[in-house]
């Protein structure tokens, strides 16, 4: 029912203690693959060593780099489940109710939904509370459902529903969320979204291999390649959105001003003319304090 992939390169103890966590979670019986994207370091001497005890861990190696995006890709080429799982080599894995979890999902049909929330970011609790509706009733809900589905691990895709969007994948891949195609095809297509009763995974911040500016420039690319004024707005802000911002405005506009990316400033402004003037003098003038 369930097939789980590890994406990793060059990150040898990280890997391996992910892995360990999974094959001591009720997770253990289940195949297990590492896609590991031509490391340099200890990685395949560290999987082979734990495949002597666990025979049903794989280690698949690129023979040459392909880049994260397309080694994230490649995990639903290699799906044979009905549902696929893409884990990151570094976040926190919440196991303790995987049994009942993987009960569940035994029990699904063949209609079963196209996306499964099992985690997210830990800025601000989503709702896991077993909850089941489209992608339109979660955001209506309060669930920030393209800022927690922007974390690769923290939705579990139906493998059929994820083949049909592989070439958009592809078009996607170049600005670092090759997986977010899948979340807008979700949402143009209304398509159905269990929550998990609680969360299994959460994004472990501070690990990633590239900038807040490099994060800024892909997100902002993305954005742009949205069509439709309300959807647009809903995704360019969500990764700022917290308690005191609802909106996610001001975050993403002192981020912006902190990481000189100025530039993007006037696409805020279009998206959220009155909230962008209201944020911009006062944050403007904290980072020329702090400069």
Same mark, same amino acid.
């Given at each position: ?13 990280? $890997? ?18 590492? $896609? ?8 395949? /001497? ?10 049903n861990l794989v280690l698949v190696r690129n023979r040459v780099n392909i880049g994260a995006s397309a080694n994230a890709i490649s995990a639903f080429l290699q799906a044979?489940?009905?549902?696929? @799982?893409? $884990? ?7 196991? +303790? ?28 609790? /989503? ?14 809900? *309060? ?10 691990? *923290?939705?579990?895709?139906? &493998? ?14 170049? =600005?670092?969320?090759? %997986?977010?195609?899948?979340?807008? +095809? ?6 159905? &979204?269990?929550? !998990? ?5 959460? /994004? ?8 807040? /500016?490099? %994060?800024?420039?892909? @997100? ?8 439709? #004024? ?6 360019? !802000?969500?990764? =700022? ?6 909106? *996610? ?11 000189? #990316? $100025?530039?993007?400033i006037p696409l805020l402004f279009w998206n959220y003319p009155m909230l962008t003037i209201l944020a911009f003098p006062r944050l403007f003038l904290k980072f020329v304090r702090r400069v």
């Amino acid at each position: 029912m369930l097939d789980i992939f590890l994406i990793t390169f060059n990150r040898s103890k990280l $890997l391996e203690r992910t892995l360990r966590v999974l094959l001591d979670s009720p997770l253990g019986h289940l195949k297990i693959v590492v $896609l590991d994207n031509c490391s340099e370091d200890d990685t395949v /001497a560290r999987v082979q060593e734990l495949q002597k005890v666990h025979s049903n861990l794989v280690l698949v190696r690129n023979r040459v780099n392909i880049g994260a995006s397309a080694n994230a890709i490649s995990a639903f080429l290699q799906a044979q489940n009905r549902y696929c @799982w893409v $884990l990151c080599d570094d976040d926190e894995l919440r196991l +303790e109710g995987m049994a009942a979890f993987l009960s569940w999902l035994n029990c699904l049909t063949i209609d079963g939904p196209d996306l499964i929330l099992v985690g997210g970011h830990q800025r601000e609790k /989503a709702p896991f509370d077993g909850t089941a509706g489209s992608a339109h009733d979660l955001i209506l809900q *309060g669930c920030n459902f393209f800022r927690d589905g922007s974390f690769l691990p *923290g939705i579990i895709y139906k &493998v059929e529903f994820a083949l049909r969007v592989i070439p958009k994948c592809y078009e996607f891949s170049a =600005w670092m969320y090759p %997986h977010v195609a899948l979340l807008l +095809e979700a949402y143009s297509r209304n398509s159905s &979204v269990q929550v !998990s009763p609680s969360p299994l995974v959460i /994004a472990r911040l501070g690990l990633q291999s590239y900038s807040q /500016a490099q %994060h800024l420039d892909c @997100w902002i690319a993305l954005t742009k390649r949205i069509q439709g #004024r309300s959807l647009r707005r809903q995704f360019l !802000s969500c990764q =700022w959105v917290d308690r005191w911002d609802r909106s *996610g405005v001001r975050g993403l506009l002192g981020s912006l001003i902190y990481n000189r #990316r $100025l530039r993007y400033i006037p696409l805020l402004f279009w998206n959220y003319p009155m909230l962008t003037i209201l944020a911009f003098p006062r944050l403007f003038l904290k980072f020329v304090r702090r400069v």
